[in-house]
């Protein structure tokens, strides 16, 4: 016993030790690539459900492969950066560089008469946390020209609530400014109605872990339904999040959820081919 006592100890050692190395060696990877801005932007479409146009775009961050062309690693994707990020404080650069990134490109979109609906960019809890993000957006609106009512910023709801009362006057900033708000991953926090009835939110992103068993599972089914009459009974717009399958699409439509987003419309793109998806409803 007490052989295999040291050898579970052992074991555990070895393995915390290689932890600590992979996550040091990530974190060398992601601090070079801030320096050499290795990441680019894909962008994500949003549907109208009745329309079945597109209405926005959303910005995702990826990290360029190790040659520095557009391949991506598919392993180390946003959801393995973006928490070391928040945790070493590199968030503030990456989220700085993600907004000029997507208003640059927004703004020539706009220019090339390509309409994409509105521009939406995800801010994390952290970032609002370590202050200055309505300085930020400001300053970057102004910089590259692009108007703040096409701007719409992504907060998950924890990130919100954990904010309390700061969050009431950090929102109320941007709404005087004209940019939207969007609660992200709407069902997974604990979130507050009342906070959610007082907060100028838009928009409710339902999150995909409530949209992936749909129709079936009779849960989730009646959990959608009832988060889609509670943002409109606020008079939010409600998007649902992760749609890969046509009979979820048809149960969101029969419910009356305005929009979607997932890989039955569209995967995240390249500018470029979101221009060539955009470029057959070119106005005129
Ligand atoms: P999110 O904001 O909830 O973004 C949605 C994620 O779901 C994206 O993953 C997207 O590629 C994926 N997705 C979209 N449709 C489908 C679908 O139909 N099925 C499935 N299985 N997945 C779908 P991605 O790009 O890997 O991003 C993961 C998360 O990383 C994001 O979740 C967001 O929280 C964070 N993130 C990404 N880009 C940024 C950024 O620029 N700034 C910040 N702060 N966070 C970001
Ligand atoms: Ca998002
Ligand atoms: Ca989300
Ligand atoms: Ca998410």
Redesign the pocket.
């Known amino acids: 016993a007490k052989r295999q006592g040291r050898n579970t100890f052992r074991f555990y050692t070895e393995s915390m030790t290689s932890q600590a190395t992979d996550r040091l060696q990530l974190e060398t990877r992601l601090r070079r690539a801030v320096e050499q801005r290795e990441f680019l932007l894909h962008y994500?479409p949003l549907m109208d459900l009745n329309t079945r146009r597109v209405v926005g775009v959303?910005?995702?961050?990826r990290l360029k492969g190790p040659q520095g062309g557009e391949a991506c690693l598919p392993s180390i994707?946003?959801?393995l950066f973006?928490p070391v990020m928040e945790d070493t404080g590199m968030?503030v650069a990456?989220?700085e560089w993600?907004l000029r990134e997507a208003c640059r490109q927004g703004r020539v979109w706009l220019d090339e008469g390509l309409e994409f609906g509105r521009l939406a960019?995800?801010?994390?809890p952290s970032?609002i946390r370590r202050g200055g993000v309505i300085e930020r957006v400001t300053r970057i609106l102004k910089q590259t020209g692009f108007p703040a009512n096409r701007l719409e910023l992504?907060i998950t709801e924890s990130g919100l609530m954990e904010h309390g009362e700061n969050a009431d006057l950090f929102l109320q900033q941007l709404h005087q400014m004209g940019v939207s708000i969007s609660i992200?991953?709407f069902g997974t926090g604990y979130s507050s109605l009342a906070y959610l009835k007082r907060f100028p939110v838009h928009q409710l992103k339902i999150d995909?872990s409530f949209v992936q068993d749909l129709p079936g599972n009779a849960n989730d089914a009646q959990l959608v339904s009832t988060m889609i009459s509670l943002a409109h009974n606020l008079r939010m717009r409600v998007v649902a999040?992760?749609?890969?399958m046509p009979d979820q699409e048809a149960f969101l439509c029969a419910k009356g959820c305005d929009m979607a987003?997932?890989?039955?419309f569209s995967?995240?793109l390249p500018a470029a081919h979101v221009e060539k998806l955009l470029g057959s409803t070119r106005s005129q």
């Open positions: 994500q959303e910005a995702l961050v994707g946003p959801d973006i968030i990456l989220g993600v960019v995800n801010i994390s970032e992504e992200d991953d995909r999040e992760g749609v890969e987003q997932g890989y039955l995967r995240p």
